[in-house]
C-alpha cells in the first residue's frame, strides 16, 4: 500500500542552495557529502551539512545524502565512518548503489536505492525492497504502465520518479563511454558527459545520415503536466535533478513543482505533504526561464520520437524577437509582445545557417521607441556570425529575472492557532500547530479591568501577530470574552515563550526515519549471474549477491577486465527512430515497408568510434565500443603510485 505522503525532493550543490530549496517548498533535499557522491564537485563538509540538517528538520523536512558511487575495497572504511558521521549530524537517508554498503556494520540509517541500480523490472524492485531498501529511485525511461506493474509488487517501500531536469541518455548506471575515453568513471561520479558531443552517424555503406548532430543528447525532462498520473501509477516521491545547478534555478523549479503537487493534494484529500508548512513567492515560477536543452516527458506516455536535442546542448532561452538593422557597433531588434524589456547584461542566441547555436551578451541595450531596441553587445560585430536582418533572436539570460531569485524569494511558514484564556492567576496563551503540536505558556496578572474592552482585545490581537522573526504564521486567533489589561510588553513576552516552547515540542516530536530490516532468509536476486553491467567493484558487494544467491559475479568495468568491444551503453533512446529509420515506422507505408533494417549504425567525434547495435525486440539500442589504450596506462600509473584494492572476478567458491 503507498504510503499518504507526496514528497518533492529537491536537489542542493551546497547547504545554502538546500536551505533555499526548504524555503520554496522541498520536502526533502538530497546533497552530497565530503566524499563519494556522484556528483564529485558537489560535494560538502559536515558543519554545513549540519547547518542544513537542523534547517529542515524545523519544517519536517528530510535530509537525504548521496552516497552513490560504486566503491573499491579499500574505500569501505572510509565510507563507514561517512555514514556514521552523517547518522551523528542528523542526517535521514543514504541514496546509494554499492551493495557492499550493506555488508558493512552501519548505524541504524534509512537506506535509499539510488537511480544508479538500474531499476526497470517488478523483480528488481522487490528485491531491493526485501534486501532492506525503503525508497527506491526508479528508471526514468519507465512507462506509466511499468511503474504500475512494479508498485503491484513493491508493498512497502517507497517509489520515487525523476520530474524534471537533465537526462542521462543511457539507464543509469548502464553507460560506461566516459570511463573508456578519459578514464572517468560516472558510477564514480565523474562523468565527461561524452553523450553531448557532435557525432557524424554513417550507414554500413558509410554514407552519412547525419553530420555533427548531437545525437546522444536529449531535451530534459519535464513531466509537469503528468503528476496526477504519476500518483495514480504509485510514485509518492518527486524528484527533482540538478546538484550542480545554480540557487535561481533551484528556487524556480522547486517552487514550480511545489506548486503543482499542492494543486494535486487539494484534489486528492486522502493524501498528505511530507513536511509543514506553505510558502509564498515573490515570483511567478517558471522552469522555462531557467537553463534547458527544451522540455520532454520522455517514455512516460510511450515512446515519442521527439526527444533529442540534437542541434545543441546548451541554452538557447526564450524567444525575443528579431533583428531588424545590422551597423557596425550595434544592431537593432523589434522585441516580442510577451517581453517587456531588455537590460544590461542579458545574454542573446540565435541560430546560424550551419545550424549551430550562437550568443552574446548585452553590454548596452538602449530603447528606440516602441518594441525596438538598439543592442551593444559585448563583442565585436565581425564576430557575430550570421547576425543579420531577420534573424530570429532568443534571451537565455534575463537580468531582471536572475536580480529577482538573487533576492529573498520565498517564506514558508507553519499555520499556528493561537488562543488566549483567563486564568485563576493571570493569563495563558495557548499555540496549536497545523500538525497538532502544543505549547503553552502563563503569566500571573493582576484582573484589572481595561478601560476600552475593544481597544484591549485589538492589542492582544496585534500582539498575536508578531510572528515575523518565526517560522510561524497565525491561522487563527482566539481571544478571551473579557479581555483584562495586558501591558503591550507581557503580552509580546507571553507570545514569544508560547512561540519558543512550540518550536521545542516540534524539536521533540520529531523522529528519525526506520531503517527497513532484510527479509530472512535473504531474498534471491532475480539473477543468478551478474556481467560488469552490475557494477561490483569490491569484495564485499560481491559476498552481497553471493549471499542472494548469485553465482556468477563479474568485475565492474572500472576494473579493466573487459578489454575488447563491449557495450558502453544501452539506452531505450534510438537513433534509428528519431531520424525515422526505423523498420518499425516503415510498416505500411508503400515503397518503403521492408526496406528499412536495424542495421548497425556508426558514429564517428575525432578519433573516436562507436557502432550502434539494434536490439528491435527490447526495444534498445547498445553503443558499443572499446577502452582507449591510453585510459589503461593511467589506471596502471595510478595503481602504482598508491596502494588500491578492488574486486576481480574469481570463481564464486572462492568468495566466501
Known amino acids: 500500500m503507498p504510503r499518504r505522503e507526496l514528497e518533492l525532493l529537491a536537489p542542493a550543490r551546497d547547504a545554502d542552495i538546500g536551505i533555499e530549496a526548504v524555503n520554496h517548498g522541498a520536502d526533502a533535499v538530497y546533497i552530497g557529502g565530503p566524499a563519494f557522491g556522484a556528483r564529485d564537485k558537489a560535494g560538502n563538509d559536515l558543519a554545513d551539512l549540519e547547518r542544513l540538517v537542523k534547517h529542515a ?130 558510477n564514480r561520479g565523474n562523468c565527461s558527459q561524452e553523450c553531448r558531443l557532435p557525432y557524424t552517424v554513417t550507414d554500413g555503406a558509410g554514407r552519412i545520415v547525419a553530420h555533427d548532430k548531437h545525437v546522444l543528447s536529449l531535451k530534459d525532462n519535464d513531466q509537469s503536466a503528468n503528476l496526477a498520473a504519476l500518483v495514480d501509477a504509485g510514485i509518492r516521491s518527486f524528484k527533482i535533478e540538478g546538484r550542480y545547478k545554480d540557487m535561481g534555478t533551484v528556487k524556480n523549479v522547486t517552487a514550480h513543482y511545489r506548486q503543482l503537487l499542492d494543486a494535486v493534494l487539494e484534489q486528492r484529500p486522502e493524501l498528505a505533504r511530507a513536511s509543514s508548512g506553505r510558502c509564498r513567492y515573490t515570483f511567478t515560477p517558471d522552469p522555462a526561464r531557467s537553463f534547458n536543452r527544451g522540455a520532454t516527458d520522455y517514455f512516460v506516455q510511450g515512446r515519442q520520437q521527439d526527444i533529442g536535442a540534437f542541434d545543441t546542448p546548451k541554452h538557447a532561452g526564450l524567444p525575443l524577437g528579431q533583428v531588424t538593422r545590422v551597423a557596425a557597433d550595434h544592431f537593432e531588434l523589434e522585441i516580442d509582445d510577451a517581453v517587456d524589456a531588455l537590460h544590461n547584461g542579458d545574454a542573446l542566441t540565435w541560430v546560424d545557417l550551419q545550424g549551430e547555436l550562437q550568443g552574446v551578451p548585452v553590454n548596452v541595450a538602449t530603447p528606440r521607441g516602441g518594441r525596438l531596441w538598439r543592442v551593444a553587445p559585448n563583442a565585436e560585430m565581425a564576430a557575430l556570425k550570421d547576425l543579420r536582418r531577420g534573424t530570429a533572436i532568443s534571451r537565455n539570460r534575463d537580468m531582471a529575472w536572475e536580480r529577482l531569485l538573487s533576492r529573498k524569494s520565498a517564506e514558508r511558514r507553519i499555520a ?159 537513433v534509428r527512430y528519431s531520424l525515422s529509420l526505423c523498420p518499425k515506422q516503415a510498416k505500411g507505408v508503400v515503397g518503403v515497408q521492408g526496406t528499412v533494417r536495424a542495421e548497425p549504425l556508426t558514429l564517428q567525434h575525432g578519433n573516436d568510434r562507436l557502432t550502434l547495435r539494434f536490439d528491435c525486440k527490447a526495444c534498445e539500442m547498445h553503443v558499443v565500443g572499446r577502452m582507449r589504450r591510453n585510459v589503461l596506462r593511467e589506471a596502471a600509473k595510478e595503481a602504482a603510485a598508491a596502494p588500491i584494492q578492488f574486486y576481480r572476478t574469481r570463481p564464486a567458491a572462492q568468495r566466501a
Open 416 to 574: 499556528v492557532d493561537l488562543m488566549w484564556s483567563i486564568t485563576a492567576d493571570g493569563l495563558a496563551l495557548d499555540a496549536i500547530d497545523e500538525d497538532g503540536h502544543h505549547a503553552r505558556a502563563e503569566v500571573a496578572l493582576a484582573r484589572e479591568p481595561a478601560r476600552d474592552a475593544t481597544k484591549a482585545q485589538e492589542s492582544l490581537r496585534e500582539a498575536s501577530a508578531r510572528l515575523g522573526a518565526t517560522i510561524f504564521e497565525a491561522r487563527s486567533v482566539t481571544l478571551p470574552g473579557q479581555a483584562p489589561f495586558v501591558p503591550a510588553a507581557l503580552a509580546n513576552g507571553l507570545r514569544r515563550e508560547a512561540i519558543e516552547s512550540l518550536e521545542s515540542a516540534r524539536a521533540a516530536a520529531f523522529e528519525r526515519l526506520p531503517r527497513a530490516q532484510p527479509a530472512q532468509p535473504p531474498a534471491r536476486y532475480p539473477e543468478d549471474t551478474l556481467s560488469y553491467l552490475a557494477n561490483v567493484y569490491n569484495s564485499r558487494a560481491a559476498a552481497f549477491y553471493a549471499k542472494h544467491g548469485v553465482r556468477l559475479i563479474d568485475a565492474a568495468y572500472e576494473s579493466h577486465e573487459e578489454l575488447g568491444e563491449v557495450s558502453l551503453m544501452i539506452t531505450r533512446h534510438c
Open 57 to 186: 528538520h524545523r519544517y519536517g523536512a528530510r535530509i537525504f545524502l548521496t552516497l552513490n558511487t560504486i566503491l573499491r575495497d579499500d574505500e569501505l572504511e572510509p565510507a563507514q565512518r561517512l555514514v556514521r558521521d552523517a547518522w551523528n549530524i542528523g542526517i535521514d537517508a543514504l541514496i546509494v548503489q554499492d551493495m557492499g554498503l550493506l555488508e558493512l556494520d552501519l548505524p541504524p540509517i534509512q537506506l535509499h536505492a539510488s537511480t544508479q541500480t538500474d531499476i526497470r523490472t517488478p523483480e528488481k524492485a522487490r528485491f531491493l525492497q526485501d534486501a532492506g531498501f525503503s525508497q527506491m529511485v526508479l528508471a526514468r525511461e519507465l512507462t506509466l504502465p511499468q511503474i504500475l506493474g512494479i508498485a503491484a509488487q513493491v508493498d512497502h517501500a517507497t517509489l520515487e520518479f525523476f520530474v524534471h531536469g537533465a537526462l542521462c541518455v543511457a539507464y543509469s548506471g548502464q553507460c560506461f563511454i566516459s570511463h573508456a575515453h578519459t578514464g572517468r568513471s560516472a
